[in-house]
């Protein structure tokens, strides 16, 4: 069944630019019924919405952290990956990536991320 | 951009009926979706849409929406169900992001 990893480096400094990768199997990212998103959760706290993007690259980014990060896709290795820019302490957290489907319906629609990686804790920290 | 707002934590007897609930402007338009969470683990999603459950999850989870209120109701709470349950929707900003909820943490008696 499809399965997401999150890899990348556990400690970034203060300034420095977070960097992380999913990596997707048992089923292609190129498929056109889902996005594929970012998704955060500092200790203790609840979770953010950081970004998702098509297979195609076309990107959602949170308003809030819009100037800072950058998501893109490469479909050839079947990944994904985060870049968050300047990070501080509060960047401190556990970074989930997730399939992200849109279901529609009549008029509306409802966002669901149904298959979630095991998450990787990054800490920023000098 | 909007908000979605849960008590931050609710309670229940075993075999129990509970309703966890999320408010926001944002679901006047759009449906929610409800992620279960235990520690350390990554989330589940239980419902999304109209009252929609993914394979493997039980019929005892259901949702419902009114008006800017989405909830949740788990009818026969069992122990293994006590954790933390988020919604999220769409934003109603029309800027295409998503927004979850603080979270209610629910612990079965």
């Known amino acids: 069944q499809l399965q997401l990893q999150e890899s990348g480096p556990g400690l970034v400094k203060p300034s420095e630019t977070l960097s992380l990768t999913c990596t997707v199997s048992?089923?292609?990212?190129?498929?056109?019924?889902?996005?594929w998103g970012w998704i955060r959760q500092p200790p203790g706290k609840g979770l953010e919405w950081i970004g998702s993007i098509y297979y195609s690259g076309s990107t959602y980014y949170n308003p809030s952290l819009k100037s800072r990060v950058t998501i893109s896709v490469d479909t050839s290795k079947n990944q994904f990956s985060l870049k968050l820019s300047s990070v501080t302490a509060a960047d401190t957290a556990v970074y989930y990536c997730?399939?992200?489907?849109?279901?529609?319906?009549?008029?509306?629609?409802?966002?669901?991320?149904?298959?979630w990686g095991q998450g990787t804790m990054v800490t920023v920290s000098s | 951009s909007s908000e979605l707002t849960q008590d931050p934590a609710v309670s229940v007897a075993l075999g129990q009926t509970v309703r966890i609930t999320c408010q926001g402007d944002?679901?006047?338009?759009?449906?929610a979706s409800w992620y279960q969470q235990k520690p350390g683990q990554a989330p589940v999603l239980v419902i999304y849409?109209?009252?929609n459950r993914p394979s493997g999850i039980p019929d005892r989870f259901s949702g419902s929406s009114s008006g800017n209120t989405a909830s949740l109701t788990i009818t026969g709470a069992q122990a293994e169900d006590e954790a933390d349950y988020y919604c999220?929707?769409?934003?109603?900003?029309?800027?295409?992001?998503?927004?979850f909820g603080g979270g209610t943490k629910l612990t079965v008696l």
């Open positions: 997730a399939r992200h489907g849109i279901y529609y319906y009549d008029s509306s629609l409802s966002d669901a991320f149904d298959i």
């Open positions: 849409g109209k009252n």
């Open positions: 048992g089923g292609s990212i190129s498929s056109s019924s889902y996005y």
């Open positions: 944002s679901l006047r338009s759009y449906y």
């Open positions: 999220n929707s769409r934003d109603s900003s029309g800027n295409h992001s998503v927004v």
